[in-house]
């Protein structure tokens, strides 16, 4: 194994990518620091983030943390009809957590010494020796290393591929959360362990419950749901991505900033379409938030002693939840690929880039397919094993 005690390295982008890689790369010997765009630690808007290995790989393999302080599961996979009645149940155990609980333990690790908030990077260039990018605050920083993890609005992505645009799939996702013990105690008694699937024409919700802000107890966990409805390109999209101060949203729409119309009419939706149980949780939400749903794919993750990862380099549906899995995964095997690398960083990033790319190519397809299933073709089977979570397949 190699070690970098004398190299250094700059990341770009401070979320579950930038945070692992970097934890990472400084196990490996880097002096490594962190550049993230938001003034001060991120909000996670408290939503919800399946776990899968290899987004918790950091804490089951280096960290003294623990990954069930930080983490619930449910041990059913469930669909229930529009009368309330479940159409299909296996047994299927999942681990979830709140996308702010992970963030604080990953920045735990890390430390905030080398974490640098409003910091926005504009660009980059290197030469044989260092990779030098630079900031809007006119800041400039050189490094052996950068690695850009500054997910799906990535600056760098059009400087490693010019032709990766976002393409929207033709759905939005409702986001939102509410306290699980806000719920009427039968609603609550049918969600608290599983994750539940409610599939209606062209659409479908799912929901499962997360760790509350500061606490696992079950008491303070909370109902996260995504609701996939079809909005057409164009003018009405547009409409909706307006915020309530009239500032366009491109990938989302925040808590508390949707058009109070909107979030009324889908509160109204949910009661007429879907079971009761499941339509409480979307009308219980007081600021239920969306999300603009595109697929993006750089075919280049590597360009000499630069790498692009997670979503940055690929970003699609969640409808496979291994968006965080897979940054994570670009993490791993770039530490993997320097740590066999004899010290030779452009070398390392050549030899990483060809997996990276075909996992990502391999998971764009199949939650494409997964959508175009649930959203247009109707052909969304409840129990259907080629429906599960997981990034290298289904369930896998
Ligand atoms: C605040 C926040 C909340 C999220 N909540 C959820 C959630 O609840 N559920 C879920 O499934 N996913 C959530 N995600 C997305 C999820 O983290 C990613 O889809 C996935 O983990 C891949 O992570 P990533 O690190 O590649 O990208 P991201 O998580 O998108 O992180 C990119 C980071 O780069 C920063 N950045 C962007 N451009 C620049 C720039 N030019 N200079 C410096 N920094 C820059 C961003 O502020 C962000 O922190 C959230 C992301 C963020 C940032």
């Given at each position: 194994m190699?070690h970098?005690?004398?190299?250094?390295?700059?990341v770009?982008?401070?979320?579950?990518g930038?945070?692992?890689?970097?934890?990472?790369?400084?196990?490996?010997?880097?002096?490594?620091?962190?550049?993230?765009?938001?003034?001060?630690?991120?909000?996670?808007?408290?939503?919800?983030?399946?776990l899968?290995?290899?987004?918790?790989?950091?804490?089951?393999?280096?960290?003294?943390?623990?990954?069930?302080?930080?983490?619930?599961?449910?041990?059913?996979v469930?669909?229930?009809?529009?009368?309330?009645?479940?159409?299909?149940?296996?047994?299927?155990?999942?681990?979830?957590?709140?996308?702010?609980?992970?963030?604080?333990?990953?920045?735990?690790d890390?430390?905030?010494?080398?974490?640098?908030?409003?910091?926005?990077?504009?660009?980059?260039?290197?030469?044989?020796?260092?990779?030098?990018?630079?900031?809007?605050?006119?800041?400039?920083?050189?490094?052996?290393?950068?690695?850009?993890?500054?997910?799906?609005?990535?600056?760098?992505?059009?400087r490693?591929?010019?032709?990766?645009?976002?393409?929207?799939?033709?759905?939005?996702?409702?986001?939102?959360?509410?306290?699980?013990?806000?719920?009427?105690?039968?609603?609550?008694a049918?969600?608290?362990?599983?994750?539940?699937?409610?599939?209606?024409?062209n659409?479908?919700?799912?929901m499962?419950?997360?760790?509350?802000?500061?606490?696992?107890?079950?008491?303070?966990?909370?109902?996260?749901?995504?609701?996939?409805?079809?909005?057409?390109?164009?003018?009405?999209?547009t409409?909706?991505?307006?915020?309530?101060?009239?500032?366009?949203?491109?990938?989302?729409v925040?808590?508390?900033?949707?058009?109070?119309?909107?979030?009324?009419?889908?509160?109204?939706?949910a009661?007429?379409?879907?079971?009761?149980a499941?339509?409480?949780?979307?009308?219980?939400?007081?600021?239920?938030?969306?999300?603009?749903?595109?697929?993006?794919?750089?075919?280049?993750?590597?360009?000499?002693r630069?790498?692009?990862?997670?979503?940055?380099?690929?970003?699609?549906?969640?409808?496979?939840?291994?968006?965080?899995?897979?940054?994570?995964?670009?993490?791993?095997?770039l530490?993997?690929?320097?740590?066999?690398?004899?010290?030779?960083?452009?070398?390392?990033?050549?030899?990483?880039?060809?997996?990276?790319?075909?996992?990502?190519?391999?998971?764009?397809?199949?939650?494409?397919?997964?959508?175009?299933?649930?959203?247009?073709?109707?052909?969304?089977?409840?129990?259907?094993?080629?429906?599960?979570?997981?990034?290298?397949?289904?369930?896998?």
């Amino acid at each position: 194994m190699t070690h970098y005690t004398a190299a250094s390295a700059i990341v770009i982008g401070g979320s579950i990518g930038g945070l692992t890689t970097a934890l990472l790369l400084r196990d490996l010997g880097f002096t490594v620091d962190v550049y993230e765009r938001t003034a001060g630690p991120l909000d996670g808007r408290g939503s919800g983030i399946v776990l899968q290995p290899d987004t918790v790989r950091w804490f089951t393999e280096r960290s003294t943390q623990h990954i069930d302080d930080l983490s619930t599961s449910t041990n059913y996979v469930q669909y229930l009809d529009r009368s309330g009645d479940v159409r299909y149940r296996e047994q299927c155990t999942w681990t979830y957590t709140s996308w702010g609980t992970f963030y604080r333990a990953l920045l735990a690790d890390f430390g905030t010494e080398h974490y640098h908030y409003g910091e926005f990077a504009c660009g980059f260039s290197q030469d044989d020796r260092r990779a030098t990018v630079r900031f809007v605050s006119g800041r400039t920083e050189s490094a052996d290393l950068v690695v850009f993890a500054d997910g799906v609005t990535s600056m760098a992505r059009e400087r490693f591929d010019a032709d990766a645009d976002l393409r929207y799939a033709g759905y939005i996702g409702w986001r939102g959360t509410v306290g699980l013990r806000e719920l009427d105690a039968g609603t609550q008694a049918v969600l608290r362990d599983a994750i539940t699937y409610d599939v209606i024409p062209n659409s479908h919700i799912t929901m499962y419950p997360i760790p509350g802000e500061h606490s696992l107890r079950m008491e303070d966990r909370l109902m996260n749901y995504v609701w996939y409805r079809n909005v057409p390109a164009g003018p009405e999209l547009t409409e909706m991505l307006l915020d309530k101060r009239g500032f366009p949203g491109t990938v989302s729409v925040h808590p508390g900033q949707v058009q109070d119309r909107y979030v009324a009419e889908l509160k109204a939706a949910a009661v007429e379409l879907l079971a009761p149980a499941v339509a409480e949780v979307v009308t219980a939400t007081e600021t239920p938030y969306l999300q603009v749903l595109s697929d993006v794919r750089s075919t280049r993750m590597a360009q000499g002693r630069v790498a692009l990862i997670g979503d940055a380099a690929c970003a699609s549906r969640p409808h496979a939840a291994a968006g965080t899995a897979k940054a994570a995964a670009d993490g791993w095997a770039l530490a993997a690929a320097l740590g066999d690398a004899g010290g030779d960083i452009a070398s390392a990033l050549a030899k990483w880039e060809p997996a990276q790319l075909q996992l990502s190519d391999s998971l764009l397809r199949r939650v494409v397919a997964m959508g175009e299933r649930s959203q247009f073709t109707n052909t969304w089977t409840p129990g259907d094993p080629d429906l599960r979570f997981g990034l290298y397949g289904p369930g896998r």
